[in-house]
Structure formats: C-alpha cells, structure tokens
C-alpha cells in the first residue's frame, strides 16, 4: 500500500511562488508515475503536471511556464514549484501516483492513478 502526504500549501499574494511537496511511502517509488491534481471551490478536480519514472513531464495549458514538476527519488518524494501565481490557481492540490512502467494514453485522467493524499490549500490573494 502507498501513502502519499502533501504539504507545503499556504495563503500567498498574487505573483509569489510556493512550493509543494508529496512524500510518499513504498521501496519502489522510482517506478512510479506521479501526479498533481487541484479542485477549486465548486469545481471538478483537474489535471495539474506529473512526471513519470523516466523523467518525462507534462503540465496543464493553464501552468506552463509557470509551474515546475521535479522528484528526488532518494527522498520518495515528488515536488510541485508554483510561480507567478493568480487567484485562479486556488484549489485544493492533491497528489496521485501511478505503479508501473507502462503508461495509459493520458496522465491527466485522474482514475488512471492508483493513490491519492488527503490534500494541501493553495489560496492565492488578490
């Protein structure tokens, strides 16, 4: 069973940065695709980035050039660098991994994920 504990979120203005972390368990964590996910107030949850166990990234047309997917293996753990900031990034971002090498059509589809974490608010002020 993997476990995956986010942290790192907070009340930023408008143009900071924060970042992210997800801390996951398992002994094969290099293997695993990993994800960030977010859900705004009133909203479906939405594909974020990820990063697969080759390296590989992708990232949601509304964070490109903005956010950065990395992961350290050594720590198991997955991070999330968020600059310039808008008020529309508030949400609530969640992280998913993904066992195995091979990899579905898409990455931004939220049930090709087989573990989530509880969650991290990001809320970014005007």
Do not use: H
């Not at 995956?4 to 992210?20: D, P, W």
């Not at 166990?53 to 050039?65: E, F, H, P, R």
């Amino acid at each position: 069973q993997v476990q995956l504990v986010e942290s790192g979120g907070g009340l930023v203005q408008a143009g900071g940065s924060l970042r992210l972390s997800c801390a996951a368990s398992g002994r094969t964590f290099r293997w695993y695709t990993m994800g960030w996910f977010r859900q705004a107030p009133g909203k479906e949850r939405e594909f974020v980035s990820a990063i697969r166990w080759n390296g590989s990234t992708d990232y949601a047309d509304s964070v490109k050039g903005r956010f950065i997917i990395s992961r350290d293996n050594a720590k198991n753990t997955v991070y999330l660098q968020m600059n310039s900031l808008k008020p529309e990034d508030t949400a609530v971002y969640y992280c998913a991994a993904r066992q195995g090498l091979l990899q579905p059509t898409s990455l931004a589809v939220e049930s090709n994920y087989d573990y989530w974490g509880q969650g991290t608010q990001v809320t970014v002020s005007s």
